[in-house]
């Protein structure tokens, strides 16, 4: 069982150009939610989806666009890429209870 | 805005002793509390939940929580070389119901030394 999949794990991307994270669960759950982890920031929320067909607006959510076209898919989109979107981006879904559990991670390098 | 607050540490501790991790949180209406542990360059992994006042123990990992406090902390008895990590704390969001955002704290690194 996989859990949570993440794609690519790492990339490199010149400023301006477009960029999709795939994520992927097998777990279930309704609750997905992509985050972004900078040190000495944490992990912060960049948008989330309750369920598929609906998602909502975290933390930071300026220069990312998502879908939930269905359960098990969560992709994150930066349109125009910029130097400070460079950052560890994790996804996770969420279960009933609240726990959430993590994909491997993409890191994302903007030049 | 809701808050979490961590120490970020370094906690240096010696093997075999008891590190104590500590985390307060603002919103009072708090319900579910997590402990992730993070090791370097690799993803969060839960290792405790609690979300009634008291302790809650796990193998070498006692949660406790004090609402009254806004207070959760984690303590990992017996420590290990291999405890040694970032460890995070997350708070589920108010709302409940179908919204299961969390926010997490900058998390503490632990160092345990053989």
Redesign the interface.
């Known amino acids: 069982i996989a859990g949570i999949t993440q794609a690519p794990t790492s990339q490199i991307l010149a400023a301006g150009r477009r960029m999709t994270l795939r994520c992927t669960q097998d777990m279930r759950h309704?609750?997905m939610?992509w985050?972004r982890q900078d040190l000495?920031?944490?992990?912060r929320?960049i948008h989330?989806s309750?369920?598929a067909g609906t998602t909502g607006k975290?933390e930071v959510p300026d220069g990312y666009s998502v879908s939930r076209a269905n359960t098990d898919d969560f992709p994150l989109t930066l349109a125009s890429a910029v130097p400070s979107q460079t950052s560890v981006y994790?996804c996770a879904s969420?279960s009933i209870?609240?726990?959430?559990?993590?994909?491997?991670?993409s890191r994302l390098t903007v030049l | 805005q809701k808050e979490v607050e961590q120490n970020s540490g370094p906690l240096s501790v010696p093997e075999g002793a008891i590190a104590s991790l500590n985390c307060t949180y603002s919103d009072r209406g708090s319900q579910?509390f997590?402990w992730y542990r993070q090791y370097s360059g690799?993803?969060?992994?839960?290792i405790m939940?609690i979300y009634s006042n008291g302790d809650k123990e796990d193998g070498r990992f006692t949660a406790q929580l004090n609402k009254a406090s806004q207070y959760v902390s984690l303590l990992i008895r017996d420590s290990q070389p291999s405890d040694s990590a970032t460890y995070?704390c997350?708070v589920?969001d108010r709302t409940?119901g179908?919204?299961?955002?969390?926010?997490?704290?900058?998390?503490t690194l632990l160092t345990v030394n053989p």
Do not use: D
Not at chain 1, 40 to 43: A, E, K
Not at chain 1, 97 to 105: P, R
Not at chain 2, 42 to 46: A, R, Y
Not at chain 2, 98 to 107: A, P, V, W
């Open positions: 309704n609750a939610y985050y000495g920031l944490g992990l929320l989330y309750n369920t975290g994790f969420g209870t609240g726990e959430l559990f993590f994909g491997e991670g | 579910s997590f690799k993803s969060p992994e839960l939940s995070l997350a589920r409940g179908s919204n299961y955002k969390l926010t997490f704290g900058k998390g």
